[in-house]
């Protein structure tokens, strides 16, 4: 690693510090927070004129290394990213996680929850096209797009239209699903409304479960943080910090309901440890900061999907259930892939096209008619951070699906069905998984072309 890169993986890990304490709420005043942000911009001053240095040629190109893309992207992008961090920051507000709460109930009103998302989105709109528009101006100003880059840092776009492509074939058979039970077409949140008796069925302790993990895998406890606390100024959503990889990991959760849903969620951000315990200090800066999210996204829904391992479900003690909770993951993986793709439609038109105002709204409105049967408010995706300030997030849930689902039958087929127990699918993973997405990603910056992603 050269001295440029190794201070780059300095501050990248400086940035992800920063950016844990403002999510997961450390800070009591308003006072404390601007400061964090302030600090955390400064580094990501740094970062972006380090970066400058390392890019020989301003112009991205297929003719350079995934490398040289990636620290293209951070140039263009860097700059952006204290507006798009004081962004998430206007839905970790204590209004916007009563919302989500009650998504999670079964006693909730579908159309008052789904009225009251579209009109807090509402509010965030000037804030959210300031940024959209700030990012293709920036992408613009160096001969390039937001969908180019995106292509060589992270998936080919044949592949991208591909994981498009199952994803309505998958939503198709849920939207069905979901008909068939309720005798009428679907709205907005009817199926967590489903999900949610699953919600019901006790599970054991926590640590336990994720002890049984880190545990059989030989991943050492202290190397991952479980931040569960309730606190005023977190996050509303759950998510991982990679701080030092492999070995400071921190995971911020938001349990909103008890069993099964908690558990899910204590599942899937373990599966993004875990991913990030598959590397080595030593393993390159480009794969160990930016795996791509897709990838990333698999890991994660893999280890969620043990909810349905009977093997796994026997270990926490559930075995009465197993039925019900093997229903709950593949009724979980249907939906998730449906939501998710009616989302990544609509967000690649309004990037291709640079939509706006109502024409953004249209464009979501007539995808999630197509994908999901929902007569819904075109504006509901404002009330999305994750799609305002990552673009095109939304397909890495798609391609994470399908590619959890081949992983565990790999897994399953290799290992047998307690694969999470033993250390060495950890090998396996990188080799069969990780790597190959490497080497794909090497010629697609090399030599300019877009196989099916190997190992996928």
């Known amino acids: 690693m050269s001295v440029s890169i190794k201070r780059l993986d300095g501050l990248f890990t400086e940035i992800q510090e920063i950016r844990y304490e403002i999510a997961a709420g450390l800070w009591d005043t308003e006072e404390k927070r601007k400061r964090l942000g302030e600090k955390r911009d400064r580094i990501y001053e740094k970062s972006w004129e380090l970066e400058k ?246 890991c994660a829904i893999l280890f969620e999907r043990l909810l349905g391992n009977s093997d796994f479900i026997e270990k926490i003690g559930l075995t009465e259930n197993q039925e019900a909770l093997r229903t709950y993951v593949d009724f979980l993986t249907n939906k998730t892939i449906t939501d998710y793709a009616s989302y990544a439609t609509a967000e690649l038109e309004i990037h291709k096209a640079q939509l706006t105002g109502e024409a953004a709204d249209t464009a979501f409105k007539k995808a999630i008619q197509e994908y999901r049967g929902y007569n819904l408010d075109g504006a509901f995706w404002r009330g999305h951070p994750h799609i305002a300030t990552r673009p095109l997030y939304s397909i890495s849930y798609v391609g994470g699906n399908l590619i959890a689902e081949q992983m565990e039958t790999n897994l399953t087929n290799n290992f047998g069905l307690d694969w999470f127990r033993k250390p060495e699918i950890k090998q396996y993973l990188k080799q069969n998984y990780l790597e190959p997405v490497f080497a794909e990603l090497d010629e697609m910056a090399g030599a300019g072309v877009e196989p099916a992603a190997s190992g996928l």
Request: glycine share 6%.
């Open 53 to 298: 240095t390392l890019v020989k040629d301003k112009l991205p190109g297929r003719d350079k290394n995934w490398l040289d893309n990636l620290l293209i992207s951070g140039v263009i992008e860097f700059p952006l990213q204290p507006e798009g961090d004081a962004l998430r920051q206007e839905f970790n507000v204590p209004e916007f996680k009563q919302i989500m709460m009650e998504t999670y109930s079964d006693s909730f009103d579908n159309q008052d929850i789904a009225n009251r998302v579209v009109e807090f989105g509402k509010a965030k709109s000037d804030q959210i096209e300031s940024y959209f528009k700030n990012l293709w101006a920036a992408y613009e100003q160096k001969g390039t797009t937001l969908l180019d880059m995106l292509y060589l840092t992270s998936l080919p776009e044949t592949r991208f239209l591909e994981f498009l492509e199952l994803g309505k074939q998958k939503s198709k058979k849920h939207f069905d699903e979901l008909r068939t039970s309720l005798g009428r077409n679907p709205i907005v949140f009817d199926s967590n409304k489903i999900l949610a008796k699953y919600y019901k069925i006790p599970v054991g302790d926590f640590p336990d479960v994720t002890k049984l993990l880190l545990g059989g895998l030989k991943i050492p406890e202290e190397n991952i943080i479980y931040d569960i606390e309730p606190r005023l100024n977190k996050q509303s959503g759950s998510s991982c910090f990679a701080i030092r990889i492999p070995e400071d990991i921190r995971l911020i959760l938001n349990l909103y309901a008890a069993g099964p849903g908690a558990l899910r969620t204590i599942l899937h951000e373990t599966g993004h440890a875990i991913m990030y315990s598959l590397f080595d200090k030593t393993d390159p800066f480009e794969q160990r900061w930016q795996t791509p999210s897709y990838v990333n996204e698999g």
